[in-house]
């Protein structure tokens, strides 16, 4: 199995989801934000005051283009997502998994959220419309899609592993 990538609108559980599923497909797990951040020595918002948003969606494509030629599960950023070139990179090396969650859930855990550099300049209304147009992109990108609403994380992450255990069985 290639690389498995969770992708989805801020707070709607990647890094959680994709942390409990390492331990459970005994597979390396990466948080593609934090290891931009490690690479770069410093906060997101650090580089989008820097150096601007245009430079940070570059930095996720070269992270996509170049990380480690392994199989492991890679939580996305919410933006990645937006990128055609990052979709085909994604698509093309591993199994995409959009995780699907309500607004209201997402708002609820990102409202208050100082390392969300687009949370914290934004209006309620603003990270709604936000949400609603990057859905079609996290569509485009997914393979598979996961409804998590009403959802504990473990059964979300049995869920993704029931999907890859079964999808290893058809190569």
């Known amino acids: 199995m290639r690389k498995i990538y969770l992708v989805g609108f801020m707070g709607c559980g990647k890094s959680a989801i994709g942390r409990r599923l390492s331990y459970f497909l005994r597979m390396p797990y990466y948080d593609m934000d934090h290891e931009i951040v490690r690479q770069q ?16 969606r570059a930095l996720e494509t070269e992270f996509l283009r170049n990380f ?36 209201e859930d997402i708002y609820i855990r990102i409202k208050n959220d100082k390392n969300r550099p687009i949370v914290q300049r934004s209006t309620k209304q603003e990270l709604e419309q936000l949400y609603q147009t990057r859905r079609k992109f996290y569509r485009a990108a997914g393979h598979i899609r996961v409804l998590t609403e009403g959802r504990t994380l473990r059964q979300i992450v049995e869920y993704i592993a029931f999907q890859v255990n079964r999808l290893k069985g058809e190569q």
């Open 41 to 56: 020595g410093m906060s997101i918002p650090e580089i989008f005051e820097k150096y601007g948003e245009a430079h940070f």
């Open 68 to 103: 480690r030629d392994e199989a492991c599960i890679i939580s996305t950023g919410g933006g990645v997502a937006i990128n055609e070139e990052n979709r085909k990179i994604m698509r093309h090396t591993g199994l995409v998994f959009f995780l699907d969650a309500t607004f």
